[in-house]
């Protein structure tokens, strides 16, 4: 009956998260038919701003979303805007028809190898996004394992890295080797990742930082270990890529890129601290023998010689240009501004919670990401208060958890004093009924996921979620 009960429940608040997730307005309504006739372009515009543009109710040109948007501002739109409108119908794929953006996405990852402190035979390619960043990576080191003659290639990761990795697992049948975490530090356990390699071990991971804690692994020790078993190191900086390499020597952050000996391949987002439109990561390998392995050629092909350097065959020009642009309007000074004032304000609000009673931040967090939890009450009814007053938050498991990354919008915003009156605020009513529960929420749906008995019904959960995205029937 307990697993009765609890799909019961757990169908009953995915229900309630597919009717609360993504309401329409009044009168609002999906459209599931081409119309007859094309619309005019000005009345498109102005379906666009009243049914599509206006139904956003977050703050999050204010920096109160965090994590989801990096740049904003009249200025910047106007110029990414007149920017992809440039390259509007460039398509890589034909880099002789459009060499501009080839140029661009070769210029890109000069830069960002340049950045890293690669050597003269590193190279890379421009992604889509983080996850294909990694995927990509994880895919070279499957073809350099097999080559080997490795049979089951295994990549060893800590237990808070990225779900990208889990994710190449399966599209390229990788088996997931998580290394557990130092239960104090939320670091990886470097000596129990160290007792996990094996003649099966493709790559190794290291986050700089982690997304779920906002922590550092001990890169170094990793490099140190992948160089002495000749197994690639794969360095995940999706988050910190364009921090890092700026930061003052005060904030002191551990080298993390292709300095670090046995470092092979970094995943960096231009479209997060790059400040550049989402569409745009980076992948940067050590040498141009890592990156052979993602590349897919066909020679055979009825259609002629086909080659593509990433998952996708066409790409966008106006996207790569966008980024380029991003990288170009910034320079170093732009980043080196904006990583430390975003370190700066990390700092101070990482404090500000310190001194919070109830409130416990984990670990030691250096880049830009505060990741917090309570002994003393469900963490996740604190999610949905600073939620209702206008906070986009993110929840995390394992321990359970709230998860801040500072943006530059939430600097520009000013944001951080408001911030902790907020938690501090909403800290002090919890403290008065702390072993209360929520009966509707975040709060209440992560609770049922915590009393799920396997995951197949987390699945379910998940899925549920999912299909409500894309969901347009009328409500029965």
Known sequence: MGD???????????????????????????????????????????????????????????????????AGGEETTKLMSEVFGMFVGANLLQPDVFPGPRKMEAEIVAMVTNMFRGGKDSCGV??????????????????????????????????????????????????????????????VDFEKMKSMVND????????????????????????????????????????????????????????????????????????????????????TFSHHKYREGHYFLRTDWSGGIYASPTMAGTRSGAIMATSWASMMRNGLSGYRETANKVLECRQCVENGLRDIEGITVFGEPLVSIISFGSDAFDIYRLGDQLTAKGWHMFMIQTPPGLNLVVTPLFVEGNNGEEFLRDVTEETAKLMKDPKGKSEAGLAAIYGVAAKMSGKKVASEFATEYLDAYYHTKPKE
Not at 247 to 272: L, M, Q, R
């Open 200 to 283: 099966n071990t493709a790559m190794l991971v290291g986050s700089a930082p982690s997304f779920p804690h906002g922590i550092c692994d001990p890169i170094e020790d990793i490099g140190r270990l992948g160089k002495e078993h000749n197994i690639p190191v794969h360095v995940d900086q999706c988050m910190g890529g364009f921090v890092t390499p700026f930061a003052s020597k005060e904030f002191n952050i551990p080298p993390c890129d292709f300095s670090v000996d046995g470092v092979t391949s970094i995943s960096a987002d231009t479209h997060k601290y790059g400040r550049a439109p989402k569409g745009s990561s980076t992948l």
């Open 4 to 70: 009765l009960n609890n799909r019961e429940e757990t169908r009953s608040s995915a229900s309630e998260l597919s009717r609360s997730m993504f309401p329409l307005k009044n009168g609002h309504q999906y459209r599931t038919e081409l119309p007859e006739e094309g619309i005019a372009s000005d009345k498109l515009l102005d379906i666009l701003e009243k049914e599509y543009k206006n139904i956003e109710t977050v703050d999050w040109e204010n920096g109160r979303c965090f994590g989801a948007v990096y």
């Open 126 to 187: 421009v992604t889509s996004g983080g996850s294909e960043s990694i995927m990509l990576a994880c895919k070279s080191y499957r073809d350099m394992a097999y080559k080997r003659g490795v049979t089951e290639p295994e990549i060893l990761m800590p237990e808070s890295g990225h779900a990208a990795f889990v994710k190449a697992g399966e599209y390229f049948r990788m088996k997931i080797v998580k290394a557990p975490l130092d239960k104090k530090t939320f670091k």
